[in-house]
Protein backbone atom coordinates (compact mmCIF):
# COMPACT_ATOMS: atom_id res chain seq x y z
CA UNK A 1 0.00 0.00 0.00
CA UNK A 2 1.09 3.50 -1.24
CA UNK A 3 2.38 5.24 1.91
CA UNK A 4 1.52 8.78 1.62
CA UNK A 5 4.16 11.44 3.04
CA UNK A 6 1.61 13.50 5.27
CA UNK A 7 0.41 10.36 6.76
CA UNK A 8 4.00 9.46 8.05
CA UNK A 9 4.77 12.62 9.31
CA UNK A 10 1.23 12.64 11.20
CA UNK A 11 0.06 16.16 9.23
CA UNK A 12 -2.72 16.55 6.83
CA UNK A 13 -1.93 18.41 3.94
CA UNK A 14 -3.79 20.35 1.26
CA UNK A 15 -3.33 17.46 -1.17
CA UNK A 16 -4.89 14.78 1.33
CA UNK A 17 -8.13 16.38 0.30
CA UNK A 18 -9.13 15.53 4.13
CA UNK A 19 -12.48 17.36 4.01
CA UNK A 20 -13.53 14.06 2.12
CA UNK A 21 -11.83 12.25 5.02
CA UNK A 22 -13.79 14.62 7.74
CA UNK A 23 -17.16 13.70 6.29
CA UNK A 24 -17.42 10.04 6.82
CA UNK A 25 -17.41 10.13 10.28
CA UNK A 26 -19.34 7.03 10.72
CA UNK A 27 -16.83 4.71 8.49
CA UNK A 28 -13.92 6.52 10.33
CA UNK A 29 -15.21 5.60 13.67
CA UNK A 30 -16.10 2.06 12.64
CA UNK A 31 -12.48 1.44 10.86
CA UNK A 32 -10.83 3.02 13.84
CA UNK A 33 -13.03 0.88 16.83
CA UNK A 34 -12.45 -2.08 17.98
CA UNK A 35 -15.38 -3.97 16.17
CA UNK A 36 -13.62 -7.72 15.10
CA UNK A 37 -15.11 -7.38 11.10
CA UNK A 38 -13.37 -3.62 10.91
CA UNK A 39 -9.77 -5.40 12.59
CA UNK A 40 -10.01 -8.33 10.21
CA UNK A 41 -10.64 -5.84 6.91
CA UNK A 42 -7.70 -3.55 7.86
CA UNK A 43 -5.65 -7.09 8.78
CA UNK A 44 -6.69 -7.87 5.12
CA UNK A 45 -5.28 -4.41 3.79
CA UNK A 46 -2.27 -4.55 5.16
CA UNK A 47 -2.60 -1.91 8.05
CA UNK A 48 -1.25 -2.88 11.18
CA UNK A 49 -1.58 -0.89 14.74
CA UNK A 50 -1.83 2.79 14.20
CA UNK A 51 -3.38 5.01 15.84
CA UNK A 52 -5.75 6.23 12.97
CA UNK A 53 -6.11 2.89 10.72
CA UNK A 54 -9.02 5.37 8.83
CA UNK A 55 -6.62 7.96 8.13
CA UNK A 56 -4.08 5.16 7.35
CA UNK A 57 -6.68 3.80 4.73
CA UNK A 58 -7.96 7.03 3.35
CA UNK A 59 -4.27 8.52 2.57
CA UNK A 60 -2.44 5.31 1.27
CA UNK A 61 -5.26 3.85 -0.86
CA UNK A 62 -7.77 6.15 -1.79
CA UNK A 63 -9.51 3.32 -3.71
CA UNK A 64 -9.22 0.40 -1.03
CA UNK A 65 -11.12 2.90 1.29
CA UNK A 66 -13.75 4.19 -1.81
CA UNK A 67 -14.84 0.27 -2.16
CA UNK A 68 -14.78 -0.39 1.31
CA UNK A 69 -16.78 2.65 2.02
CA UNK A 70 -19.23 2.25 -0.26
CA UNK A 71 -19.85 -1.51 1.36
CA UNK A 72 -20.17 -0.10 4.75
CA UNK A 73 -22.53 2.54 3.56
CA UNK A 74 -24.80 -0.14 1.95
CA UNK A 75 -24.41 -2.79 4.99
CA UNK A 76 -26.12 0.04 6.66
CA UNK A 77 -28.41 1.52 5.16
CA UNK A 78 -29.92 -1.87 4.30
CA UNK A 79 -30.17 -2.78 7.83
CA UNK A 80 -31.38 0.82 8.70
CA UNK A 81 -34.54 0.26 6.44
CA UNK A 82 -35.35 -3.20 8.00
CA UNK A 83 -33.37 -6.00 5.42
CA UNK A 84 -33.85 -9.13 7.07
CA UNK A 85 -36.82 -8.05 9.04
CA UNK A 86 -39.10 -6.64 6.84
CA UNK A 87 -40.57 -9.09 3.73
CA UNK A 88 -38.27 -7.99 0.26
CA UNK A 89 -41.54 -5.66 -0.77
CA UNK A 90 -41.36 -3.48 2.12
CA UNK A 91 -37.84 -2.97 2.49
CA UNK A 92 -37.79 -2.27 -1.18
CA UNK A 93 -40.63 0.36 -0.38
CA UNK A 94 -38.61 1.34 2.29
CA UNK A 95 -35.59 2.45 -0.28
CA UNK A 96 -37.32 3.76 -2.73
CA UNK A 97 -39.08 6.12 0.37
CA UNK A 98 -35.45 7.04 1.71
CA UNK A 99 -34.16 7.71 -1.74
CA UNK A 100 -37.14 10.21 -2.47
CA UNK A 101 -36.93 11.88 0.40
CA UNK A 102 -33.31 12.80 0.00
CA UNK A 103 -34.24 15.18 -3.08
CA UNK A 104 -36.18 17.66 -0.38
CA UNK A 105 -33.82 17.53 2.17
CA UNK A 106 -30.88 18.21 0.91
CA UNK A 107 -32.38 21.38 -0.90
CA UNK A 108 -34.05 22.43 2.63
CA UNK A 109 -37.31 21.87 1.70
CA UNK A 110 -38.37 19.34 4.17
CA UNK A 111 -40.24 20.50 7.33
CA UNK A 112 -39.64 17.91 10.59
CA UNK A 113 -43.16 16.87 12.23
CA UNK A 114 -42.46 15.94 15.05
CA UNK A 115 -44.79 14.00 17.56
CA UNK A 116 -44.25 12.49 21.37
CA UNK A 117 -42.40 9.76 20.29
CA UNK A 118 -39.03 12.28 20.29
CA UNK A 119 -39.86 13.37 23.41
CA UNK A 120 -40.24 9.79 24.86
CA UNK A 121 -36.58 8.85 23.72
CA UNK A 122 -35.49 11.60 25.91
CA UNK A 123 -37.27 9.44 29.12
CA UNK A 124 -40.80 11.91 29.30
CA UNK A 125 -43.60 10.53 29.45
CA UNK A 126 -45.91 9.75 26.12
CA UNK A 127 -49.35 11.66 26.24
CA UNK A 128 -51.17 8.79 26.84
CA UNK A 129 -48.98 8.02 30.19
CA UNK A 130 -49.13 11.35 31.24
CA UNK A 131 -52.89 11.55 30.67
CA UNK A 132 -53.32 8.26 32.97
CA UNK A 133 -51.07 9.43 35.49
CA UNK A 134 -53.70 12.83 35.47
CA UNK A 135 -56.75 10.42 35.80
CA UNK A 136 -55.42 7.90 38.51
CA UNK A 137 -54.77 11.37 40.62
CA UNK A 138 -58.04 12.48 39.94
CA UNK A 139 -59.39 8.76 41.32
CA UNK A 140 -60.28 7.41 37.88
CA UNK A 141 -60.55 4.10 37.03
CA UNK A 142 -57.77 3.92 34.89
CA UNK A 143 -58.65 0.73 33.24
CA UNK A 144 -61.43 2.41 31.87
CA UNK A 145 -59.55 5.80 31.12
CA UNK A 146 -57.01 3.42 28.93
CA UNK A 147 -59.73 1.89 27.48
CA UNK A 148 -61.38 5.21 26.29
CA UNK A 149 -57.76 6.46 25.15
CA UNK A 150 -57.94 3.61 23.11
CA UNK A 151 -60.95 4.91 21.22
CA UNK A 152 -59.80 8.53 20.96
CA UNK A 153 -61.24 10.42 23.47
CA UNK A 154 -58.66 12.59 24.43
CA UNK A 155 -60.58 15.24 24.27
CA UNK A 156 -63.73 14.35 26.81
CA UNK A 157 -61.24 12.28 29.18
CA UNK A 158 -59.15 15.59 29.52
CA UNK A 159 -62.30 17.65 30.08
CA UNK A 160 -63.22 15.16 32.52
CA UNK A 161 -60.13 15.32 34.52
CA UNK A 162 -60.06 19.45 34.79
CA UNK A 163 -63.77 19.17 35.51
CA UNK A 164 -62.94 17.25 38.92
CA UNK A 165 -59.78 18.57 39.88
CA UNK A 166 -59.82 21.83 38.41
CA UNK A 167 -57.29 23.80 35.16
CA UNK A 168 -54.90 25.10 37.83
CA UNK A 169 -53.80 21.27 39.12
CA UNK A 170 -54.06 20.30 35.93
CA UNK A 171 -51.61 22.40 34.52
CA UNK A 172 -49.26 22.04 37.49
CA UNK A 173 -49.14 18.64 36.79
CA UNK A 174 -48.41 19.11 32.96
CA UNK A 175 -45.72 21.78 34.13
CA UNK A 176 -44.34 18.99 36.79
CA UNK A 177 -43.77 16.25 33.87
CA UNK A 178 -42.55 18.30 30.87
CA UNK A 179 -41.14 22.28 31.87
CA UNK A 180 -37.53 20.31 32.82
CA UNK A 181 -34.15 19.77 31.21
CA UNK A 182 -33.40 16.19 29.99
CA UNK A 183 -30.60 14.55 30.22
CA UNK A 184 -30.41 12.32 26.93
CA UNK A 185 -31.77 14.62 23.78
CA UNK A 186 -29.59 13.27 21.68
CA UNK A 187 -32.29 11.75 19.23
CA UNK A 188 -33.80 15.60 19.25
CA UNK A 189 -30.56 16.68 18.15
CA UNK A 190 -30.35 14.53 15.23
CA UNK A 191 -34.26 15.78 13.80
CA UNK A 192 -33.08 19.51 14.34
CA UNK A 193 -30.04 18.87 12.05
CA UNK A 194 -32.16 17.67 9.35
CA UNK A 195 -33.31 21.57 8.74
CA UNK A 196 -32.32 24.95 9.14
CA UNK A 197 -35.83 26.30 8.79
CA UNK A 198 -38.97 25.15 10.21
CA UNK A 199 -39.68 22.75 12.53
CA UNK A 200 -43.22 21.57 13.28
CA UNK A 201 -44.54 19.95 16.68
CA UNK A 202 -47.59 18.73 18.81
CA UNK A 203 -45.09 18.80 22.28
CA UNK A 204 -45.40 21.10 24.96
CA UNK A 205 -42.02 20.48 25.99
CA UNK A 206 -39.19 22.54 25.52
CA UNK A 207 -36.77 19.12 23.93
CA UNK A 208 -36.05 20.70 20.77
CA UNK A 209 -35.29 23.90 22.61
CA UNK A 210 -32.53 21.83 24.23
CA UNK A 211 -31.17 20.05 21.12
CA UNK A 212 -30.81 23.62 19.63
CA UNK A 213 -29.31 25.09 22.48
CA UNK A 214 -26.50 22.34 22.94
CA UNK A 215 -25.78 23.24 18.94
CA UNK A 216 -25.32 27.28 19.85
CA UNK A 217 -29.26 28.03 18.54
CA UNK A 218 -29.73 29.50 22.16
CA UNK A 219 -33.37 31.70 20.71
CA UNK A 220 -35.19 29.93 18.23
CA UNK A 221 -38.23 31.68 17.26
CA UNK A 222 -41.38 30.23 18.97
CA UNK A 223 -45.04 30.34 16.98
CA UNK A 224 -48.34 28.98 18.36
CA UNK A 225 -51.17 28.24 17.33
CA UNK A 226 -53.65 31.15 17.13
CA UNK A 227 -51.21 33.91 16.25
CA UNK A 228 -51.37 35.04 12.82
CA UNK A 229 -49.50 33.52 10.06
CA UNK A 230 -46.65 36.17 8.93
CA UNK A 231 -43.70 34.80 11.18
CA UNK A 232 -44.32 31.31 10.11
CA UNK A 233 -44.46 32.33 6.32
CA UNK A 234 -41.47 34.52 6.79
CA UNK A 235 -39.22 31.76 8.26
CA UNK A 236 -40.40 29.08 5.68
CA UNK A 237 -39.96 31.29 2.72
CA UNK A 238 -36.59 32.95 4.28
CA UNK A 239 -35.28 29.59 5.53
CA UNK A 240 -34.69 31.05 8.96
CA UNK A 241 -35.47 28.89 12.27
CA UNK A 242 -38.83 28.77 14.15
CA UNK A 243 -40.53 25.48 15.88
CA UNK A 244 -44.45 25.77 15.02
CA UNK A 245 -45.44 24.48 18.36
CA UNK A 246 -49.30 23.85 17.33
CA UNK A 247 -50.96 22.94 20.40
CA UNK A 248 -48.75 25.03 22.69
CA UNK A 249 -45.88 25.62 24.72
CA UNK A 250 -45.19 24.19 28.27
CA UNK A 251 -44.13 27.92 29.49
CA UNK A 252 -46.94 29.92 27.91
CA UNK A 253 -50.33 28.01 29.43
CA UNK A 254 -52.30 30.56 27.79
CA UNK A 255 -50.85 28.77 24.73
CA UNK A 256 -52.37 25.20 25.33
CA UNK A 257 -55.13 23.32 23.67
CA UNK A 258 -56.16 20.89 25.70
CA UNK A 259 -60.09 20.67 25.82
CA UNK A 260 -62.67 19.77 23.57
CA UNK A 261 -63.68 23.34 23.44
CA UNK A 262 -60.33 24.63 22.59
CA UNK A 263 -59.69 21.87 19.76
CA UNK A 264 -63.11 23.24 18.85
CA UNK A 265 -61.92 26.86 18.76
CA UNK A 266 -58.40 26.52 17.21
CA UNK A 267 -59.12 23.19 14.19
CA UNK A 268 -63.08 24.02 13.72
CA UNK A 269 -66.00 21.89 15.47
CA UNK A 270 -66.87 18.87 13.76
CA UNK A 271 -64.87 19.76 10.07
CA UNK A 272 -61.93 21.69 9.67
CA UNK A 273 -62.54 25.40 9.53
CA UNK A 274 -59.54 26.52 7.04
CA UNK A 275 -60.25 30.19 8.40
CA UNK A 276 -58.87 29.77 11.81
CA UNK A 277 -54.90 30.39 11.99
CA UNK A 278 -53.97 27.13 13.14
CA UNK A 279 -55.48 24.99 9.81
CA UNK A 280 -53.90 28.02 7.74
CA UNK A 281 -50.29 27.58 9.53
CA UNK A 282 -51.07 23.88 8.69
CA UNK A 283 -51.83 24.65 5.13
CA UNK A 284 -49.33 26.56 4.75
CA UNK A 285 -46.34 24.29 5.65
CA UNK A 286 -48.06 21.07 4.04
CA UNK A 287 -48.38 23.27 0.85
CA UNK A 288 -44.70 24.51 0.97
CA UNK A 289 -42.55 21.57 1.77
CA UNK A 290 -42.31 18.03 2.29
CA UNK A 291 -43.08 17.07 5.66
CA UNK A 292 -41.00 14.63 7.46
CA UNK A 293 -43.40 12.92 10.60
CA UNK A 294 -41.43 11.86 13.56
CA UNK A 295 -42.44 10.39 16.24
CA UNK A 296 -45.88 10.67 15.52
CA UNK A 297 -48.41 7.85 15.30
CA UNK A 298 -50.38 9.28 12.29
CA UNK A 299 -53.85 8.15 13.57
CA UNK A 300 -57.31 9.77 13.05
CA UNK A 301 -56.73 13.11 14.47
CA UNK A 302 -57.67 17.30 13.88
CA UNK A 303 -54.33 17.66 12.64
CA UNK A 304 -54.89 14.38 10.16
CA UNK A 305 -58.19 15.80 9.14
CA UNK A 306 -56.99 18.52 8.07
CA UNK A 307 -54.35 17.51 6.01
CA UNK A 308 -57.01 14.84 4.49
CA UNK A 309 -58.87 18.36 3.45
CA UNK A 310 -56.27 19.97 1.96
CA UNK A 311 -55.72 16.79 -0.60
CA UNK A 312 -59.85 16.38 -1.29
CA UNK A 313 -59.31 20.56 -2.07
CA UNK A 314 -56.25 20.44 -4.35
CA UNK A 315 -56.22 17.19 -5.52
CA UNK A 316 -53.57 14.30 -4.50
CA UNK A 317 -51.52 14.76 -7.88
CA UNK A 318 -50.54 18.76 -7.03
CA UNK A 319 -50.03 17.96 -3.53
CA UNK A 320 -46.70 17.36 -2.37
CA UNK A 321 -44.63 14.50 -1.85
CA UNK A 322 -44.55 13.96 2.32
CA UNK A 323 -42.95 11.58 4.35
CA UNK A 324 -42.86 9.51 7.88
CA UNK A 325 -40.69 7.34 9.68
CA UNK A 326 -42.97 4.63 11.24
CA UNK A 327 -43.31 1.48 13.55
CA UNK A 328 -45.06 -0.98 11.23
CA UNK A 329 -48.38 -2.59 12.36
CA UNK A 330 -48.10 -6.27 13.56
CA UNK A 331 -50.12 -7.94 10.82
CA UNK A 332 -49.62 -7.62 6.68
CA UNK A 333 -53.35 -6.77 6.56
CA UNK A 334 -52.50 -3.60 9.00
CA UNK A 335 -49.99 -2.80 7.38
CA UNK A 336 -51.34 -2.43 3.45
CA UNK A 337 -54.16 -0.50 4.98
CA UNK A 338 -52.54 1.82 6.84
CA UNK A 339 -50.05 2.34 4.11
CA UNK A 340 -52.76 2.60 1.51
CA UNK A 341 -54.22 5.48 4.32
CA UNK A 342 -51.39 7.00 4.46
CA UNK A 343 -50.51 7.01 0.95
CA UNK A 344 -53.93 8.97 0.08
CA UNK A 345 -52.71 11.69 2.50
CA UNK A 346 -49.86 12.35 0.16
CA UNK A 347 -47.48 10.33 2.94
CA UNK A 348 -45.11 7.88 2.05
CA UNK A 349 -43.79 5.89 4.69
CA UNK A 350 -40.38 4.14 5.94
CA UNK A 351 -41.69 1.93 8.26
CA UNK A 352 -39.19 -0.32 10.90
CA UNK A 353 -40.35 -3.67 12.74
CA UNK A 354 -43.15 -3.07 15.27
CA UNK A 355 -41.17 -2.80 18.67
CA UNK A 356 -38.01 -1.58 17.27
CA UNK A 357 -38.19 2.48 18.34
CA UNK A 358 -34.41 2.36 17.92
CA UNK A 359 -34.36 1.87 14.17
CA UNK A 360 -35.54 5.65 13.87
CA UNK A 361 -32.15 6.78 15.02
CA UNK A 362 -30.93 4.29 12.46
CA UNK A 363 -32.63 5.90 9.92
CA UNK A 364 -31.99 9.44 10.90
CA UNK A 365 -28.75 8.64 11.03
CA UNK A 366 -28.40 7.44 7.71
CA UNK A 367 -29.98 10.84 6.74
CA UNK A 368 -27.91 12.75 8.04
CA UNK A 369 -24.75 10.96 6.49
CA UNK A 370 -26.29 11.28 3.35
CA UNK A 371 -26.54 15.39 3.95
CA UNK A 372 -23.68 15.88 5.53
CA UNK A 373 -21.83 14.26 2.67
CA UNK A 374 -19.96 16.13 -0.27
CA UNK A 375 -21.97 16.17 -3.29
Known amino acids: MRRHRCVLTGKWCA ?7 DHRKMFNAWLDSDDDEANDLLKALGIGKVVAPSKALFAGDRVAYGEELERFQTRRLEFALGYGRLDDHWFGKNRAHFNALLEPLKVQHVVPF ?13 WTAHILHQAKSAGFDVTVVLSRLKRGEYEVIIDEIIASRGRGLFLQEMRDAFDHDVTDFSLAS ?12 TNYDRVLEQALRSLGEHFPEIVTATE ?8 QSNGQRALL ?20 DCYGAGVPDMKLALPRKLRHVFEHGSLLFLGCRLVED ?11 EAGLANVPRHFAVLEAPASDADLVARNSRLAGLSIDAIWYPEGAHEY ?16
Open 15 to 21: DDDHAAY
Open 114 to 126: VGAGISCAASLPT
Open 190 to 201: MVVQLTKSVIVT
Open 228 to 235: DNARIIRA
Open 245 to 264: KIHGDIRSPASYILSGAQYD
Open 302 to 312: RTISVFENLVM
Open 360 to 375: VRLILAELLEQLRSPA
